[in-house]
């Protein structure tokens, strides 16, 4: 898979099979997975400062919630640009790739 900035920042260009794709949401989840991230560190705070269990099992389930958000919209992006692509393209590889993705992130 490569990756690189398109020319505005606004994505990312990502190749699948030769076809080059412009992901919009890059940036968004990006910014989203900072979040999740400081959030979880935040989390990780309140278990060394020995917080409450059930404040710290609220809270991380508020980071699994934000991780699977942030999935979502991953795989939207995929469908939306990348599947559509390989359907035109009769590309099963990418499609079961996709199939084996969603199997691993549903579980």
Same mark, same amino acid.
């Given at each position: 898979?490569?990756?690189?900035?398109? %020319?505005? %920042?606004?994505?990312?260009?990502?190749?699948?099979?030769?076809?080059?794709?412009?992901?919009?949401?890059?940036?968004?989840?990006?910014?989203?997975?900072?979040?999740? $991230?400081?959030?979880?560190?935040?989390? !990780? !705070?309140? #278990?060394?400062?020995?917080?409450? =269990?059930?404040? #710290?099992?609220?809270?991380?389930?508020?980071?699994?919630?934000?991780?699977?958000?942030?999935?979502?919209?991953?795989?939207?992006?995929? $469908?939306?640009? =990348?599947?559509?692509?390989?359907?035109?393209?009769?590309?099963?590889?990418?499609?079961?790739?996709?199939?084996?993705?969603?199997? !691993?992130?549903?579980?």
């Amino acid at each position: 898979m490569a990756h690189s900035h398109d %020319g505005d %920042g606004a994505g990312h260009v990502h190749s699948h099979g030769g076809h080059p794709h412009v992901h919009e949401n890059t940036k968004a989840v990006l910014n989203r997975l900072s979040r999740a $991230i400081g959030h979880l560190e935040s989390v !990780k !705070k309140m #278990v060394e400062d020995g917080r409450d =269990c059930s404040e #710290v099992l609220v809270q991380i389930a508020a980071v699994r919630s934000a991780i699977n958000n942030v999935g979502k919209v991953i795989l939207q992006d995929h $469908i939306q640009h =990348c599947i559509v692509d390989a359907v035109e393209d009769n590309d099963q590889e990418a499609i079961e790739n996709l199939c084996q993705a969603i199997d !691993k992130f549903v579980k």
